[in-house]
């Protein structure tokens, strides 16, 4: 079999289903320990650098497995995974394929998740596996509402078209820190409304409809409900939507296994109050309700059909440390407790997504790679100590 490309689709399918092949990753050590492919299940994982390849060609082919093990080769931007993939063909590997568009590609992958069959409309789950981040699509009589959209407008764009359907409007939860949002980009491609929190976006360059705290934002009364709930605490605009009074869209204030963290803004004191006040509310909250997360921080996180929804009754069991929680002080002192240093890069991307700072794609890339650290968790505090 002769190299061949493959796309950051099949290798979700392959991370899914538990295919048998060797992943090998010719990004330098660093790169590769920021941001690498994951998924449910283990993957057998090699990081071998590719210009260790091209200095020491024969010692790099001696740590590869058998030739004819299934190899798919990631790289930053393709062409060093092709040429790695030329040099083990040459050493009579048999099997050998390369990730098209390097790991930007994978960064970048969407998978669509029906979350509600048999309904009278559509609600759909778009992982985005690369960032532990998900997007929302909301799709009733021939209209489709958007729910945090990342950058990649054409995914959805071309959802809607596949579904045979109009984006009508976009929603952020949030001024989104940690990727670049889309819903600027579809709204001008689509003239879909712009929905967003003046708590947020009140300086931003961008032509938005402010949400009113308790509002109807859905599609009449022959479609699916969505209340718009105010949620200050991760940010001082962070909202919630509630959808068909079964589920909630909860932004990063709500996680299966953390919540928002509140020190994004560099306010940690100040917004720490405002989200605990904010917690205490969702705690008041019917238990029954469909968590919708903005992230994942691991895979541990999904349920049997790889979906990233609980109850909340599941999230306030899974987190019970943080609900049983009852006073300010304690609430501050378990969030010192649980973070990290928000990455440089959380600074520019929040001036992207309010359209004061303009950045080409390659920038865009840049800051848009790596997975998202928006939780207040045990996690994150322990990966700082790294």
Not at 23 to 36: H, P, S, T
Not at 303 to 308: E, P
Request: with cysteine; proline share 4%.
């Amino acid at each position: 079999m002769a190299i061949f490309p493959y796309k950051a689709e099949e290798m979700y399918q392959w991370v899914t289903q538990k295919e048998d092949f060797m992943l090998l990753d010719v990004r330098n050590a660093k790169d590769f320990g920021r941001f690498k492919v994951e998924g449910p299940y283990p993957i057998k994982m090699l990081n071998v650098s590719y210009f260790d390849f091209m200095e020491i060609e024969d010692e790099c082919v001696a740590q590869m497995p058998e030739k004819d093990t299934k190899i798919r080769i990631v790289c930053a931007k393709e062409g060093s995974a092709k040429f790695v993939a030329e040099i083990l063909e040459k050493h009579g590997f048999t099997d050998v394929g390369y990730l098209e568009g390097g790991i930007k590609s994978w960064g970048n992958l969407l998978v669509p998740n029906l979350l509600n069959a048999d309904g009278a409309y559509e609600l759909y789950q778009f992982i985005r596996p690369g960032k532990g981040s998900c997007s929302y699509g909301l799709l009733h009589g021939g209209e489709l509402i958007l729910f945090d959209p990342s950058r990649n407008i054409d995914f959805y764009l071309n959802f809607a078209r596949d579904k045979g359907c109009t984006i009508t409007k976009t929603v952020e939860t949030h001024l989104q820190a940690d990727y670049i949002a889309g819903s600027r980009q579809i709204s001008e491609a689509t003239g879909a409304a712009f929905y967003a929190n003046t708590g947020d976006f009140a300086g931003a360059k961008i032509d938005y409809i402010p949400l009113k705290d308790g509002e109807e934002i859905g599609f009449g009364p022959d479609g699916p409900s969505v209340l718009v709930a105010f949620a200050p605490g991760h940010t001082p605009g962070s909202t919630m939507f509630i959808i068909d009074r079964n589920y909630v869209v909860t932004g990063d204030i709500v996680f299966i296994k953390s919540i928002g963290r509140p020190d994004l803004g560099g306010k940690v004191d100040e917004w720490s109050d405002e989200l605990f006040r904010t917690v205490s509310n969702v705690k008041a909250m019917d238990e029954s309700i469909t968590v919708l997360p903005a992230h994942f921080i691991g895979w541990d996180e999904a349920d049997n059909t790889l979906h990233f929804t609980r109850s909340l009754g599941d999230v306030k069991k899974l987190n019970d440390h943080i609900y049983a929680i009852d006073n300010e002080t304690d609430f501050l002192a378990f969030i010192k407790a649980n973070m990290r240093d928000q990455p440089p890069e959380y600074a520019t991307i929040r001036l992207v997504n309010a359209n004061l700072e303009v950045v080409d794609d390659e920038k865009a890339e840049i800051l848009d790679l790596g997975k998202n650290e928006c939780a207040a968790s045990a996690y994150a505090a322990a990966q700082q100590q790294q």
